[in-house]
């Protein structure tokens, strides 16, 4: 009974635990960057991005003030401050809960003690709000005194990760010029070989000619060519034709690299739609172009789409082919991918940084697959049913 049609399957839990499941494998690192591209390096370093909605305690090694802030009172150097709005400091709304004044020993004093350093004749006394009375019966030195202030901040967001990315002007920072010259990669990379498969999916699928089977065998077969095994022979040829260092030569990459499989699932599409409509429109004297743009173009919308977005997040992730056919010495044509890696190199400790970077680069493909995916299933599937 449990293999008539129509019946539930017994594993349909599993499959849902299973979807459920790579779900989350999915969108947790996607959360993860998008919280983390709004916390600062302090939060980044003292908690996960989970707890990013709870107040964390942290602790930042701070300096008193110096030589400049000291003042004379009966007969000591007297420096007074507040750390937390002092600068590295925490925030007014944090609330201090221990200090020490070494680094064996960071919280050693609670909140209005008086710390006595080793020689005898430095204190340190902070107060809840922060503010801080150090005294020394010699001149402080320059930079002051090392504290080390044990604190409770509480959950906070800050967009100067954002404004360092996308309005730090000229640099490696710059993500702005990445951005745009990614779009300029991407955007025709993805139109060309569209409009390209589009036409010759339909020769493929409806018209006669001979040669058409070699052709789609063809077709096939270069699907199972390594992306890396043409690279160098394509790149020579770019080169000999001089157009190996712009866009043009990987705008002709990407096309040339996403035919094969946009010409096969257009075609299996475009043959399974309906021959009578076809024939009609033949009867009716409608031409081949016609029929390809008021007909066949319409109702092979699922499938351009689908395309579309596998094309156009190939692209936009793409770093190989941009490196070897998007040579370019001044940084004028860096795309996103590039610029991150760069990063990694100039900013490697700067994780809030490399997370805001990482998150507006897989920002607009997100908004291209949730805004298009209701068409992705239909386009995969097209002609395996018939």
């Known amino acids: 009974m449990d293999n008539i049609a129509g019946s539930k399957s017994g594993l349909t839990w599993a499959v849902h635990i299973s ?5 989350a494998l999915w969108l947790f690192p996607t959360l993860g960057l998008l919280v983390s591209s709004f916390r600062t390096t302090d939060q980044i370093s003292s908690s996960g991005w989970w707890k990013a909605m709870f107040p964390t305690e942290q602790t930042i090694q701070l300096r008193t003030g110096g030589t400049a802030e000291a003042v004379q009172q009966d007969g000591l150097y007297v420096v007074e401050g507040n750390l937390l709005t002092d600068e590295g400091g925490p925030g007014m709304g944090s609330k201090p809960v221990a200090f020490g004044v070494s680094s064996r020993e960071i919280g050693a004093y609670e909140i209005g003690e008086t710390a006595v350093y080793s020689d005898g004749d430095e204190t340190l006394t902070i107060a809840e709000d922060g503010a801080y009375r150090y005294t020394s019966v010699e001149e402080p030195g320059r930079r002051g005194q090392r504290v080390f202030l044990t604190a409770v901040t509480p959950a906070q967001a800050t967009l100067d990760n954002y404004k360092t990315i996308l309005f730090s002007g000229s640099g490696q920072d710059n993500m702005a010029k990445a ?3 990614t779009l300029t990669v991407t955007v025709p990379a993805t139109i060309i070989p569209i409009v390209i498969a589009a036409f010759a999916a339909y020769a493929l699928a409806w018209m006669d000619f001979p040669g058409r089977a070699l052709l789609i065998a063809l077709v096939v077969a270069l699907l199972v060519v390594p992306l890396q095994l043409a690279l160098i022979p394509l790149l020579r040829l770019h080169l000999g034709i001089g157009i190996g260092k712009g866009y043009l030569g990987v705008w002709l990459a990407h096309t040339a690299f996403g035919l094969p499989l946009a010409i096969y699932l257009l075609r299996n599409y475009m043959v399974g739609l309906p021959r009578d409509i076809i024939e009609n429109a033949k009867v009716d004297g409608a031409t081949d172009f016609q029929i390809f743009t008021k007909i066949i173009l319409p109702l092979s919308f ?3 789409a689908s395309f579309a977005i596998f094309q156009f997040l190939w692209t936009w992730n793409d770093l190989l082919v941009a490196k070897v056919f998007l040579i370019d ?11 991150i890696v760069e990063l990694l190199g100039t900013r490697g400790g700067n994780w809030e940084i490399l997370a805001t ?9 997100l908004v291209v697959f949730f805004a298009m995916q209701r068409y992705l299933v239909r386009g995969l599937l097209a002609g395996s049913v018939k």
């Open 329 to 339: 010495a001044t940084g004028s044509t860096t795309v996103m991918t590039n610029q």
């Open 357 to 365: 970077a990482a998150f507006v680069s897989i920002s607009v493909p």
């Open 19 to 23: 979807v459920a499941f790579l779900v």
């Open 302 to 304: 699922p499938a351009l």
């Open 179 to 181: 951005f745009f010259n």
